[in-house]
């Protein structure tokens, strides 16, 4: 089933009534089944969320997405309890060999690479060098063939003097918000397959919780930038506002493909965490990771 996702900008309170949220402020009042959500976006410093709301929420495996001051994604509840033999998959997890990190980060970045000259392709309407450079990817990305697509994709991409960075100007904050998205929906699928988000396979920041979602969403990233191209072109506002907000979150809903069957990127990311699990437990080799263009 298709979650809905929710953004909320207003001053509200948000409590439940009968497994259902309910959304007040002083326009309107709205409801929906609590089963239905998937995320939760709470975007003002004076929304009242109740806890018998947020414990709701988490017992469903809705994510719960607070933004700090500068409306970018700044914390996320997640549920602790969603997979019915988590002890024993952390275990799995935690005995991971460095081999198998190592091939597993390598299908990865290849994965990321493929994509991100797809989209440029797309784009620019040109042949590139990327699927060349995925080629080269060795196990671990030991000679860092992520940095070097990168650096040629970021050139290509925008066509200007464009430099990514956290912090960067325009439209770097497009793409932070989206990202901090597709994250939130990674640590969710992650938790739902009853992974330990903090135990990545390459990301080891000892003060990063979510260091297997930012493994995890290396190759869905350009369904971000694809995003935040389409509203470049259509938008001249520089500013997140509510509009352009609810267009990236719509991310979440697109149509990625795999070999026999299509899923939402919600969906496609549960089956995508479900394989690296099973890649954890011996049971398969690669991550089962969807392609973004058909």
């Not at 018998?52 to 700044?74: D, F, M, R, Y």
């Not at 671990?140 to 650096?151: F, R």
């Amino acid at each position: 089933m298709l979650k809905k996702s929710i953004l909320i900008e207003n001053k509200s309170s948000v409590t439940t009534k009968n497994l259902q949220l309910v959304i007040k402020n002083d326009l309107r009042e709205s409801s929906i089944p609590i089963e239905d959500i998937g995320f939760v976006v709470i975007d003002n410093p004076e929304i009242y969320i109740s806890i018998t709301a947020l414990n709701l929420l988490v017992e469903n495996n809705s994510a719960v997405i607070i933004c700090g001051k500068t409306h970018l994604p700044n914390g996320l509840f997640l549920n602790l309890n969603s997979h019915h033999i988590q002890q024993e998959l952390f275990k799995y997890q935690i005995q991971a060999s460095v081999p198998l990190k190592k091939k597993l980060w390598q299908q990865t970045i290849v994965e990321k690479i493929k994509n991100q000259g797809l989209l440029l392709e797309k784009i620019t309407q040109n042949k590139n060098k990327l699927e060349f450079l995925a080629s080269k990817v060795l196990s671990g990305d030991t000679s860092n063939m992520e940095g070097v697509a990168a650096n040629f994709y970021w050139k290509s991409f925008f066509k200007t003097d464009f430099k990514r960075e956290r912090f960067g100007n325009y439209p770097n904050n497009f793409l932070n918000y989206g990202y901090a998205i597709l994250r939130a929906a990674t640590a969710r699928a992650l938790s739902g397959s009853g992974l330990l988000n903090t135990l990545g396979i390459h990301h080891k920041s000892k003060y990063n919780a979510f260091a297997l979602a930012d493994d995890i969403m290396e190759p869905f990233r350009p369904i971000v930038d694809e995003a935040v191209y389409t509203i470049m072109q259509h938008y001249d506002e520089q500013e997140l506002n509510t509009e352009i907000k609810s267009v990236l979150l719509q991310i979440l809903t697109r149509t990625v493909y795999f070999k026999d069957e299509k899923s939402p990127l919600m969906v496609a990311l549960q089956k995508t965490t479900s394989s690296l699990q099973q890649c954890f437990t011996g049971e398969r080799k690669k991550i089962k990771y969807p392609k973004l263009w058909n």
